[in-house]
């Protein structure tokens, strides 16, 4: 079974100085039919103009994934954490018993465009912790990379719940496979560019819900950034 979610039926809240597309229920948008998926609570596709960003503010009890697309995203938290995100990079967050952070474009001059992920904690009222990785481009071209997992194999990040994510940057022309089981849950995730899976054209911001299969298969019809999910139900 596979559910399209296309990107122009997502939530929008523009602010000015945000303009941020919700893939699910979040903040002062809901639709009871996306409230998340297993474990999967949050993809906000965040454009942050130059010099702006969240204050600090907290959180608690959820993993939180920042994924750069174009720019930079300057992080702070009460763990004296202080980076500064940018394409290719993952950081995860996992908030825990309680943690407090801020965002901010890292520019100036240039807008900062990025996805936030929040996916629910196996597991409540963990210590705070932060992790960031790099992850080059030849790594992922043509393939699958797995960015992150609930037990760091591969060089990921450690998420805190049973779920595998995965990068790739795929050619125009290529395609690519995931092998998983039936038990398991996939999200896809359009970052970048058109590609084929199941019978449906995804563009950028499109996602794609699928249960009850062993075998994803996506070719690109252009240039493509995917993220794939692999969780638990």
Same mark, same amino acid.
């Given at each position: 079974m ?5 990107? #122009? ?7 000015g100085w945000?303009?941020s597309?919700h ?14 998926f ?7 596709e965040?454009r942050?103009?130059?010099g ?8 608690s ?21 202080g980076?500064i ?7 995860r ?14 520019s100036t001059?240039?807008?900062?465009h #990025?996805?936030q992920?929040?996916?629910?904690p196996?597991?409540?009222?963990i ?6 990785k790099a992850?080059?481009?030849?790594e992922?071209?043509g ?7 609930n037990d760091?194999r591969?060089?990921s990040?450690i998420?805190?719940q049973d779920v595998?994510?995965y ?6 022309g ?9 038990d ?9 560019g058109? #590609? ?6 995804l563009a ?5 819900a699928i ?11 252009k240039?493509s950034?995917?993220?794939? #999910?692999?969780m638990?139900?």
């Amino acid at each position: 079974m596979m559910t399209i979610r296309r990107s #122009f039926e997502r939530g929008i809240a523009n602010h000015g100085w945000l303009n941020s597309h919700h893939t699910f229920s979040f903040g002062g948008y809901y639709d009871a039919q996306f409230m998340g998926f297993g474990p999967l609570r949050v993809i906000n596709e965040d454009r942050v103009q130059p010099g702006e960003g969240f204050p600090t503010h907290g959180h608690s009890d959820m993993e939180i994934i920042s994924y750069v697309v174009e720019g930079g995203l300057e992080h702070k938290d009460t763990l004296g954490t202080g980076s500064i995100i940018r394409p290719g990079d993952v950081q995860r967050m996992s908030a825990g018993s309680g943690i407090r952070h801020s965002e901010y474009n890292a520019s100036t001059d240039d807008p900062v465009h #990025f996805l936030q992920i929040w996916i629910m904690p196996e597991k409540n009222g963990i210590a705070p912790s932060y992790e960031q990785k790099a992850y080059p481009d030849a790594e992922k071209t043509g393939q699958w990379r797995l960015v992150g997992s609930n037990d760091g194999r591969d060089g990921s990040v450690i998420i805190h719940q049973d779920v595998a994510l995965y990068s790739t940057l795929l050619p125009a022309g290529k395609t690519v496979d995931h092998a998983t089981t039936k038990d398991r849950l996939i999200w896809i995730q359009a970052v970048k560019g058109e #590609f084929e899976l199941g019978g449906e054209t995804l563009a950028a911001g499109d996602g794609a819900a699928i249960s009850d299969k062993e075998l994803i298969s996506i070719t690109a019809a252009k240039d493509s950034e995917i993220l794939l #999910f692999d969780m638990t139900r």
